[in-house]
Every structure is written in structure tokens, then in C-alpha cells.
């Protein structure tokens, strides 16, 4: 077993290293890793775990390499590849975030996030797609991601709107299927759904508000790690004003430029607010929901879609996820395409991916050039 424990860390230990180019470029490299390579599960279950791990909510290729480490290293190597997968991005994200910290910026990639940040638009745009056009099929979803859309921009909270999401979808799914059933099930809803939130005001500090703030988003957040910027928006930059619209842009850039699950953004933007402290807590947080999931779900995952109420509702909770990334690309294009350079470097990610399925790394590095250069010819 010690063996086996040593395999799992080492191996997500690398993997933490060059998993570069997001959670598709992740699962693929996991597939390449421990099922043609190494061997230690077939197809069927490297499938099976994928499908088990974009049904609970948390960031799904982390969760991924989470069932791996147990088929392979029983409950310790579960632990061990979460964690050894998590660590080298958190180490990497936590010098960017101490330089950040130290000067206000990040002066000598000032120019190169200034390309970055338009392709992190088009990679938000891309992968919003990738996760809406399985799903086209089933208007009344559709009709949920834009209700949510709708309702995020006018101020409601992530937290209700993924809860009334899947609340609304469960109950739709239920009057379908038993339609002399009680509809007072959709009573419930206005309690999921709230009011709108707050205005803007600034809080002070707190750790556990921190601690709060990223448990949540780690406990709801379905589809995946962009999700996440949802929750930092509505609580950290708009109820709080702990963080600005510009950090959180500055923030994802960081993430997209690490390799690693793109939820360390979470150390990103904990150490900005709190320090060393901070940046730990926030990790912490974030990612503790998907282990706890992972060990204690896994039996009865299967049982909870088979069940046609219980599918409707991660299937709701996905599509309510699906309206709030769409909610917060919407507020962050206008931080990132400041000018004509800006607006063609989407552009041309937009094509680059959409038509020739380029590697998003490639864009990154790209779009870093192009506004290194950019700045360079300007100064």
C-alpha cells in the first residue's frame, strides 16, 4: 500500500506541475497518465469517474484525480492525489499573489496580462458553449440559464439562483412525471430564489467571512472552476468590496497562466485580502467540499440520477450554473476588451478555438506575447 501511496503522490505531484490549458487539457492528461500508460484502471471506469465527478459539485478534474488516488491507494490515496494535485498550482499562485501584493500589479507582466485577459474572455465564451450545446435539447433548462442570467445581473446571489435552479428543474421533472402529482412542490421556490442583493458597500475584513465565502463556492459550484468567479464577484468585489474588478480579472489571468485546477484562484484572491493566512484558508476552504464529496457520495450517485426527481435536479443546478457564467463573462468583458488590440485578440482566440480546437495554452502564451510586445512598442 505504501508503494501504491508513493505512485499516486509522485504521479499527481507531475501532473500538478504540467496540467496546463485548463480541466479538458487535465482529464485528458490524466487519461493519457493512468489508463494507457499506467494502466490502473480501464476505459469503462476512467468514464464512469468522470461522469461521477461533474455530478457533484466542486472542480471536476481535481475531484477526477481524487477517485483515481482511491481506486488505486484505498481512502489515503484519495487524499494524496487531491492534495498533491492542488499543491504545485497553490506554491506557483502564491508567488504570483506575493509580487501582486508587494507592488500592486504585477510590473513585469503588466504588458502580458494586458494580452491574456482578452483570451481568458474567449476561453470563458468557449467553454460556456462546450457546456450549453450538449444541453440545447431540453428548452425548459435553457429557460432556467436565462432566467438566471437575467436574475444575476439584476443582483441575485449564485447561492439562491443554483438552488432555485434546482429546485425548479426537480419539480418540473416531477409534474412530468406524475401529473396528478401536488404542484404546491413549486411553492417552495420564492424561498430558494430570495430578492436581489445588497448594494455595494465595503465590509470589513474577516477570516471566517473568507473561509465562508470559498466553502460555499467549493460546496455549489456545478460544471466547472469558472463557476467559482460567480461567487467571488457576487460576495468579494460587489457585497463586500474586499477585492476589485480589475483584481479579479487580474486574478483568473493568473489562473489561466499556472498549471493545476483553475480554483486555485481561490489562494489568488486569499492572499490579497489576508495574507499567507488567507491565501491557505481560502484553498483550504475551497477544496474541502470535493473531498468530502468525493468519499461520502460516491455509493449513491448512481442511485440519485437512476431517480428521474433527483436527476432533474443536478440537471437544473448545471444549467443554473451555465446562466451564471454567462452572467459573469458579461461583467468582466468590459475590464478586458479595452481597446481595438484587445477586441482582436478575442477575436482570434475565438476562431483559433472554435474553429481549429486549439490548445488553450497556445492562446495564452499568444496573447501574453502580443501584449508584451504591445507594451513594449508603446513604452
Not at 170 to 181: C, E, K, P, T, Y
Not at 368 to 375: E, H, N, P, S
Amino acid at each position: 500500500m505504501n508503494n501504491r501511496l508513493y505512485q499516486v503522490g509522485s504521479s499527481f505531484i507531475k501532473l500538478g506541475f504540467t496540467a496546463f490549458g485548463g480541466p479538458a487539457a487535465a482529464i485528458a492528461m490524466m487519461r493519457q497518465e493512468f489508463v494507457l500508460k499506467r494502466k490502473w484502471l480501464s476505459e469503462e471506469e476512467f468514464l464512469d469517474f468522470i461522469g461521477i465527478s461533474n455530478l457533484i459539485p466542486g472542480p471536476n478534474a481535481t475531484e477526477l484525480a481524487m477517485h483515481i488516488g482511491y481506486k488505486h491507494a484505498g481512502w489515503s490515496g484519495l487524499v494524496a492525489a487531491g492534495i498533491c494535485y492542488i499543491l504545485p498550482a497553490m506554491v506557483i499562485v502564491l508567488g504570483f499573489a506575493r509580487v501582486y501584493l508587494e507592488f500592486g500589479a504585477l510590473p513585469s507582466l503588466e504588458g502580458v496580462l494586458y494580452g491574456i485577459k482578452p483570451v481568458v474572455i474567449s476561453i470563458l465564451l468557449h467553454a460556456l458553449w462546450g457546456m450549453l450545446k450538449p444541453r440545447l435539447r431540453l428548452s425548459m433548462g435553457l429557460g432556467i440559464s436565462i432566467i438566471v442570467l437575467a436574475a444575476y445581473l439584476s443582483g441575485v446571489g449564485p447561492l439562491p439562483l443554483l438552488l432555485g435552479g434546482g429546485v425548479l428543474l426537480a419539480a418540473l421533472s416531477f409534474v412530468i412525471n406524475n401529473r396528478d402529482g401536488p404542484l404546491q412542490f413549486l411553492g417552495i421556490l420564492p424561498f430558494f430564489l430570495g430578492s436581489p442583493g445588497s448594494v455595494i458597500a465595503t465590509v470589513p475584513f474577516s477570516f471566517l467571512r473568507l473561509f465562508w465565502v470559498f466553502l460555499k463556492a467549493g460546496a455549489l459550484m456545478y460544471g466547472s472552476g469558472y463557476v467559482l468567479l460567480a461567487f467571488i464577484q457576487d460576495d468579494l468585489v460587489e457585497k463586500l468590496g474586499w477585492i476589485t474588478q480589475g483584481q479579479l480579472l487580474d486574478a483568473i489571468a493568473v489562473g489561466q497562466i499556472t498549471p493545476g485546477p483553475l480554483s486555485t484562484t481561490a489562494t489568488f484572491v486569499g492572499f490579497i485580502t489576508g495574507g499567507l493566512w488567507g491565501a491557505l484558508l481560502a484553498t483550504f476552504a475551497m477544496f474541502l467540499p470535493g473531498f468530502i464529496f468525493v468519499a461520502v457520495t460516491h455509493p449513491f450517485l448512481n442511485k440519485l440520477r437512476e431517480s428521474k426527481v433527483g436527476s432533474g435536479f443536478l440537471d437544473g443546478v448545471i444549467y443554473a450554473s451555465i446562466g451564471l457564467w454567462a452572467g459573469v463573462t458579461w461583467e468582466i468583458i468590459g475590464a478586458a476588451l479595452v481597446d481595438p488590440i484587445t477586441v482582436v485578440i478575442t477575436l482570434f482566440s475565438l476562431i483559433m478555438l472554435f474553429g481549429f480546437g486549439l490548445d488553450s495554452i497556445w492562446l495564452i502564451l499568444t496573447g501574453g506575447l502580443v501584449g508584451w510586445l504591445t507594451g513594449w512598442l508603446g513604452g
